[in-house]
Every structure is written in C-alpha cells, then in structure tokens.
C-alpha cells in the first residue's frame, strides 16, 4: 500500500520537475533567483525514487527493483551541466523507470494475495471438515 503512494509522489515529483524544466529551457518561465524551486524538486525526485525503489523491493521482492535504474541517471545528472544535451537526456532516461515503477506499484500482487486466501480458505475447509 505505501508502495503505491510514494511511486505516485514520486512520479508526480518527476513530472513537476522535468515540466518546471522544460518551461525554463524553453523560455516561457523565468525563475531569476528562485532557481533553487527546481533544486529543491530535484532533491525531493531523488529520495522520493530511492524510498519508492526500496519499499517497492520490500513489497515485491524482485519485481520491486525495476525503478532502481532510475537512480543511476539521477545521481549523474549532477555532473552532466545545464547547458549541454546531456542534462536533458538524463533526465528523459528517468521517465521509463518511474513509469515502471508505477507499473509494478498499481498491480495487485497476486502471490501475497492468492497465498492469503488460500491459507484462509484452508482453515474454513478444514474447520468444517472438508479437507
């Protein structure tokens, strides 16, 4: 359940950030000093992205892990400059994992509740005699 919320946080986090981006490259939005708006989504992107990829290994075990290679892309945006392509491309390089991320969070588990079920419907058959 945490799984879902914080793969939504952080997609949405990304999306502000990578529209908050755009908008300034473009032009259309000037931030003057309040560069540091775009810092701050970033910083919340990243630990949103960490803590999601983590509860997410937790919930899910291996499947969980399919946001993890987001993270890589976004720790060498740092070093990658804002004036060259390279900012951008690792920016859009995040997108697909974030999405997956989403993905795996919005399905349900079937082995979690599948097991559950049938462990109860164990004990109901077997009260009643059934099994």
Known sequence: MIGRVLATYAAVSYAANCALGLAVASGRVRTGRARWVHHALYINTAASSAATTAVLVAERGRAGAVGAPALVPLALILYAGTRSWRHPALAAAIGPFVVAALVVAW?????????????????????????
């Open 107 to 131: 399905r349900h588990a079937p082995d979690a509740v599948a097991g559950a079920q049938r462990t109860r419907g164990w004990r109901v058959a077997r009260r009643k005699g059934k099994s």
